[in-house]
């Protein structure tokens, strides 16, 4: 029901302790990403279980000031979180001393009213655009938003002081790796205006969605590990990364021998931002070069 567990995260240039909770809600209203999985962890458990969920999280702080709460869905949506609730848990947050918080929201729930609340609080929202452009949000993801609505939602909390984080996506199914390397460097140019900090989300294969049907079938290959170390390199200004699933066939992987070095190193700039760590070499290399080349004809993948 309630996840939790510590990690460290990037404050004001320092490395500090962070706790990031994931909440059980009725889940995300939108539902139809090609790539999104969660509506299986969603249950309507009715509002009294969800305020237990957020007291609990207050037991396991211990020392850090940082917390991440996230719902498989949009914390700003009242019909996941009601205005109560919210209420409620930023009073927690306020007693805690909680000096930052971390929260995802799709762009059409930020709104200023809602986000009166959070004052006081170092905020930093989470949006999920995936990519700036338009066409390849629309018919390789489902995304349901387009880029004028992340940049008003981004006006928005900027209007109110707050941190926006952009999620953008490696790689859209139907896109060539050569084809989802280039769309984001160029999303990552778009979006550095609006975003204080761009996390990169390489795509992993989550159960029951379109893209692991296509996976299946062979016409879908999670992105290589050498994909995001190369638009790492080319992302200027704060970036971060988590390879979720790194290394494993449904995760973004190489050749199976250089893959969890890469993840290290890929978590370890995340914190650093040292660019220097992302120099590492191995012989799979070749492979990928080749496929970058011919997938573009192929249009399925060549390697898996
Ligand atoms: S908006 Fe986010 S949570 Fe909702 S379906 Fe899309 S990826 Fe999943
Ligand atoms: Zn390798």
């Known amino acids: 029901m309630l996840k939790l567990w ?39 458990l009715g509002e ?7 007291d609990r999280i207050f ?7 940082i917390l991440k709460i996230f719902t498989s869905g949009s914390f700003l949506d009242e019909k996941e979180i009601s205005a109560e609730l919210r209420t409620h848990f930023l009073d927690r947050c306020r007693e805690a001393g909680i000096k930052k918080l971390i929260i995802e929201s799709r762009p059409e729930f930020i709104e200023s009213e809602r986000l009166g609340d959070f004052r006081g609080f170092e905020l930093e929202v989470g949006i999920g655009l995936e990519t700036a452009n338009d066409f390849i949000r629309e018919n390789c993801i489902n995304k ?7 940049v008003r939602a981004a006006e928005v909390l900027k209007r109110r002081g707050f941190r926006v984080k952009c999620y953008l996506l490696l790689k859209p199914p139907f896109l060539s790796e050569r084809e989802a ?23 992993n294969i989550q159960k029951g969605t379109i893209v692991e049907k296509l996976w299946d079938r062979g016409l879908y290959r999670p992105p290589w590990l050498w994909s995001a170390l190369l638009v790492l390199k080319n ?6 990364c988590d390879p979720v699933a790194g290394g494993k066939i449904r995760g973004p992987h190489n050749c199976g021998k250089c893959d969890r070095e890469i993840v290290s190193a890929i978590r370890l ?9 992302l120099e590492i070499d191995c012989e799979c290399k070749k492979v990928w070069l ?3 080349k011919l997938e573009d004809y192929s249009r399925v993948p060549l390697f898996r």
């Open 6 to 44: 510590r990690e460290k995260e990037r404050y004001r240039g320092k490395i500090e302790d962070c706790l990031t909770a994931i909440i059980t809600t009725r889940g995300c209203s939108w539902r139809k990403c090609y790539m999104c999985g969660y509506w299986s962890e969603s249950r309507d």
């Open 48 to 54: 009294d279980a969800l305020k237990e969920q957020m």
């Open 59 to 65: 037991e396991k702080l211990g020392d850090a000031r």
């Open 144 to 150: 349901g938003f387009s880029f004028s609505d992340f």
């Open 181 to 203: 390397i280039e769309d984001l460097i160029e999303s990552a140019g778009k979006v550095r205006r609006y975003a204080d900090v761009i996390s990169l989300n390489l795509m």
């Open 235 to 240: 992302i200027s200004g704060e970036t971060i």
């Open 269 to 277: 700039f995340s914190l650093t931002q040292d660019k220097s760590l």
């Open 290 to 292: 080749e496929a970058l």
